[in-house]
């Protein structure tokens, strides 16, 4: 007992010199973000329209905090919290959340959050992080009616930010889906039947539905080729009632009427779901062609080479689109693909690549688009042509102006282009069916629509010259690059 003594004298000892040596006055205050780490993926709706703010600090004499949130690169916060007249003596854990504006003002991209602390003696620490949001909020831009007719199950609200472009005579729309026939109408209409949205404004419009849940719609101005499409320009899968009182929905584009594409996603709404958006990690969203079943497919995300499914991570299923999502670790320069049941069924383009996203550091989440699964063998041929009237061959050229391939997928021709002027990429001289044809982006660069679809390509806004076309079909639907030379 006497030792016992000793040993618990000379520890009491030590621990009231380090104590001593600690004192306040010699803390530093520290402020560590626990919720979200550099570049993480924050998911905002309408429903969870804040982002989430978790500190630890050291500090025990916190008066002030501030937290201020700002698209990168900006110097004006768009948004801020402040957790003002701490009483607490030994605060150890700040939980704050910023909120957003709507997607209007607060678009999708990476934002800076800066925080601010302040001691009751005056010392401040401050520090800032970034990360990536996607802000589904509905922006307020319609005064839209707030209670549902009775025997109603559902309101359906369409924003049209192009409305008060579309012809005069031709700015009625309607629904159309599975519902048809027991709602009065017929199933698969088209439009054109009974089921029609009430217009409150040029971009404004919304119809009280008596769904239930597994119905299917869509959205058209009265007949199939004048359907709402996507923002790039793509057909939407079919929209699913799942049971929620209102559902949001955007015309970004028409079937007969495309706007000029969107060169980002930034204005989609990409419900990406809650488990695939994890802190620290890495979202891994695919996008699966029509003919693919996102729910009843059995999808995960390995990396690259991989052999089996171990140490696999299972992919979510989005609700209303045909997309899925995984929360992968951070790995820099990791290359991650999607299988279907096993490593070897790999997801493809409509070209044969195996389609691969990369961490770049900072871009969360990462895309591919899928258009089979299989063996990643490629099967594109070896030869593409240009031709059109930007070309010196014109639109009836039938040889001289075909590409070099310089890899696998990829290919290049150095040739005199006119300006404001259109032309197609194709297989073959005359496989007009076969075309490549622009998607998104610009003049200079950009992505193709699938084989077969979408409009001439443009050199729209380029001076005439020689150009070097750069054109790569590793990557989703292909990419093109022009370069003045």
């Known amino acids: 007992m006497k030792n016992f003594k000793k040993y618990f004298l000379f520890f009491s000892l030590l621990m009231s010199a380090f104590m001593w040596g600690c004192g306040e006055d010699e803390v530093d205050s520290m402020f560590m973000e626990v919720r979200n780490q550099e570049y993480d993926l924050v998911v905002l709706s309408d429903a969870s329209p804040a982002i989430p703010v978790s500190f630890t600090a050291s500090a025990t004499d916190l008066e002030k905090v501030v937290v201020e949130v700002m698209k990168e690169g900006a110097s004006n916060a768009i948004a801020t919290s402040t957790l003002n007249n701490i009483k607490s003596n030994s605060l150890n854990r700040v939980n704050m959340s910023v909120k957003l504006p709507g997607n209007d003002k607060a678009p999708s991209g990476v934002y800076t959050v800066n925080y601010k602390m302040t001691s009751k003696d005056g010392e401040q620490t401050v520090g800032s992080y970034k990360i990536n949001v996607i802000n589904n909020m509905e922006p307020v831009l319609c005064n839209f009616t707030s209670r549902l007719p009775e025997g109603k199950t559902v309101w359906i609200r369409l924003y049209v930010p192009n409305g008060a472009t579309l012809p005069a005579a031709d700015r009625t729309v309607y629904l159309t889906g599975s519902f048809g026939s027991r709602e009065g109408g017929s199933d698969w209409d088209g439009g054109g039947g009974p089921h029609k949205f009430t217009q409150l404004s040029p971009t404004c419009y919304e119809i009280a539905m008596h769904l239930v849940s597994g119905d299917k719609f869509k959205i058209t101005r ?21 049971g929620e009182t209102t559902f949001n929905a955007t015309a970004f584009n028409w079937k007969d009427l495309p706007t000029v594409t969107p060169t980002s996603t930034s204005g989609e709404i990409l419900n990406v779901p809650a488990d695939a958006v994890k802190a620290g990690m890495l979202t891994f969203v695919a996008t699966l062609d029509n003919s693919l079943d996102a729910k009843g497919g059995d999808y995960y995300v390995v990396e690259k080479g991989a052999t089996s499914l171990t140490g696999a991570t299972k992919m979510i299923a989005f609700e209303g689109t045909n997309k899925i999502a995984a929360a992968v670790p951070k ?33 969360n989440p990462v895309r591919v688009s899928i258009g089979t699964f299989g063996d990643p063998a490629f099967t594109l041929g070896n030869k593409i042509v240009i031709v059109g009237g930007a070309t010196p061959g014109d639109w009836g050229v039938s040889s001289g102006q075909d590409f070099t391939k310089t890899a696998p997928g990829k290919y290049s021709i150095t040739i005199d282009l006119k300006a404001d002027s259109e032309y197609l990429l194709l297989p073959e001289y005359n496989q007009w069916n076969d075309k490549w044809a622009f998607g998104s982006g610009t003049s200079t660069q950009g992505t193709f629509d699938a084989q077969g679809n979408g409009p001439n390509l443009s050199t729209k806004g380029l001076a005439a010259g020689k150009y070097r076309i750069d054109v790569d079909f590793t990557t989703g639907m292909g990419t093109y690059k022009l370069t003045k030379v």
């Open 331 to 363: 790995k820099t320069g990791v290359e991650y693909v999607v299988v279907k049941g096993s490593a070897s069924a790999t997801g493809k383009n409509r070209y044969g690549f195996a389609q691969s996203a990369i961490w770049d550091g900072k871009t």
């Open 222 to 242: 009265g007949t199939w080729d004048k359907q709402m499409t996507t923002a790039a320009g793509a057909e939407y899968s079919d929209f699913t009632y799942n």
